[in-house]
């Protein structure tokens, strides 16, 4: 190849990556201003949120904010209550969709296709639909006003968690299945011992995706939870916000204090899981 093509080429190569990597670049930058902007704003005085042009670094930075967010009220209750409910919510998905996900992917019957199309049509369903009927059976129950319709459903499965632990253990060589039968391994021997610990990306994706959905969750605690000691960090944020209100406007400043603080959990367990988690949702298991 003539020397002037290479150079033409290479100098495409680079164009290319230079156009995806500023667009990556542009994309992140506007995704992070407003969390740049929450962090600011928690640390300035009231009369500093709005003013203009936007003063980004806090002066003087006040610390004060949290300090009376975590004060006035019960905040790290309200954590430690998202804390438990996200705790449960991670055991209860965990345990029942490997369960689910490995007999839809390994044990085959004939009705394991019909069943699987019909628990995959259970995520067209809209939340909104079901929830006069089960506000019904939890009052029926007895929990309303209780963790337990936030955290027992979890041990019934997820429809979205199973789809995705089916598919991550499809591409687990058959191959070490046959070899555990025969070193006499039962079908819970090879789930024990060759499934689970080959499909650690795969769980840890899940117990993330649970985490993240319970720790945001705001229209569950909204509807089941009423007294004050129960309320989550999402469902006391908003309460939060109202309250202020009522009580001579709302203060920006300490809003974005306790949203800071609701939001960090979340970012603390995506840092440490992100390998984990980037590996668990590129899988390639198709059925054959």
């Known amino acids: 190849m ?3 093509s290479r150079r033409s080429l290479r ?8 156009a995806t990597y500023g667009t990556l670049l542009t994309g992140s930058v506007l995704m992070l201003i407003p969390f740049f902007w929450m962090l600011s704003t928690s640390l300035k005085e009231r009369g500093q949120v709005f003013a203009y042009p936007i003063q980004w670094i806090p002066r003087p930075v006040v610390w004060e904010n949290y300090l009376y967010v975590t004060v006035k ?3 790290w209750r309200y954590m430690l209550n998202s804390a438990f409910i996200a705790g449960l919510t991670i055991i209860g998905s965990l345990v029942s969709c490997t369960l689910v996900a490995y007999a839809f992917a390994r044990l085959k019957s004939r009705v394991s296709r019909p069943l699987f199309l019909l628990m995959l049509s259970t995520m067209m369903l ?7 009927p089960l ?19 979890a041990f019934f499965g997820n429809a979205f968690y199973i789809f995705m632990l089916r598919q991550f253990f499809m591409t687990v060589p058959r191959e070490l299945e046959d070899a555990a039968r025969i070193d006499g391994c039962g079908t819970w021997g090879v789930f024990r011992h060759v499934i689970l610990p080959m ?11 649970a985490f993240m959905a319970s720790w945001n969750d705001f229209y569950g605690p909204l509807l089941f939870l009423s007294s004050e000691k129960h309320w989550t960090a999402a469902l006391a944020l908003s309460i939060f916000n109202s309250v202020q209100g009522t009580e001579g406007g709302l203060r920006t400043h300490w809003a974005m204090a306790a949203a800071t603080l609701t939001v960090l959990p979340t970012l603390v367990v995506f840092y440490y899981a992100q390998r984990y988690f980037v590996q668990g949702i590129v899988f390639k298991g198709v059925e054959k």
């Open 199 to 209: 499909s650690t990306p795969a769980l840890v994706a899940v117990a993330v995706f």
């Open 11 to 18: 100098r495409e190569g680079f164009a290319a990556r230079a």
């Open 126 to 132: 809209p939340g909104q639909v079901t929830v006069i």
């Open 2 to 4: 003539p020397r002037r």
């Open 73 to 75: 009220w019960p905040f």
């Open 135 to 153: 506000f019904i059976l939890y009052r029926n129950l007895g929990w309303i006003d209780t963790f337990a319709p936030l955290t027992i459903p």
